[in-house]
């Protein structure tokens, strides 16, 4: 059984910085696609960045590209999201999810992290 666990979230304001992790157990992050998406009140879930499963290529949201890196610890099984310089409209519940190659949607979810940035 695939499971999903993300870390790090919080309270912090503007301009700081937070380091979610998503740690799987069930499943190795180097043979998976892996993203983080978010969702705020009363707005739909967004993609925020995805790293697949060489490692090498990354993808972000334009709203975040500059002050977000993905990356993976292949010894941890961990995928991490650093997030500097955060603005209030950063402000959300962020999830992670893997998606195994050849499918369309993304197969495994976490159950998410609470990410506030109080201006």
């Known amino acids: 059984q695939v499971q999903l666990v993300e870390s790090g979230g919080g309270l912090v304001q503007a301009g700081g910085s937070l380091r979610l992790s998503c740690a799987a157990s069930g499943l190795t992050f180097s043979n998976v696609l892996t993203g983080w998406f978010r969702q705020a009140p009363g707005k739909e879930r967004e993609f925020v960045a995805h790293i697949l499963w060489s490692g090498r290529i990354t993808l972000y949201a334009s709203s975040v590209k500059g002050r977000f890196t993905i990356s993976r610890d292949n010894g941890k099984n961990t995928v991490s999201l650093q997030m500097n310089n955060l603005k209030p409209d950063d402000t959300a519940v962020y999830y992670c999810?893997?998606?195994?190659?050849?499918?369309?949607?993304?197969?495994?979810w976490g159950q998410g992290t609470q990410v506030t940035v109080s201006s």
């Open positions: 999810a893997a998606k195994r190659p050849g499918s369309a949607e993304y197969n495994y």
